[in-house]
């Protein structure tokens, strides 16, 4: 689900650049959608309202599934450090004790 999700989220992103890439804008931009009238089926308000509405739905659509994500991320759990997933290590037979090494009587230094 979370794939799903994750790819129709990268489409919106994609489709949402194009839109507001073909947008017109005061400084010029690509511009292609302000100025032509797109073969005659609709006029130059037409189509900016078409670009600015299909621009608001993207983005909210786009809201939407990045909370969508968020969420999905949030509920997998607490995530386990990897010392506590990993197999116990064995720890080596214990060896008898031995004797601590004898200990060397202190001699006072003569000044």
Known sequence: METVVLVVHLLI??????????????GGGLGMGGGSTMGG?????????LLTRTTAILAAVFMVTSLSL??????????????????????????????????????PVAK
């Open 41 to 49: 089926l609709m006029s130059v308000r037409g189509t900016g309202n």
């Open 13 to 26: 992103a994609l489709a949402l650049i194009g839109v507001v890439l073909v947008q017109k804008s005061e």
């Open 70 to 107: 968020a969420i999905m991320a949030g509920s997998h759990g607490k995530p386990q450090s990897l010392i506590d997933t990993s197999a116990p290590v064995e720890q080596p037979a214990a060896q008898p004790a031995s004797p601590p090494p004898p200990s060397v009587p202190a001699v």
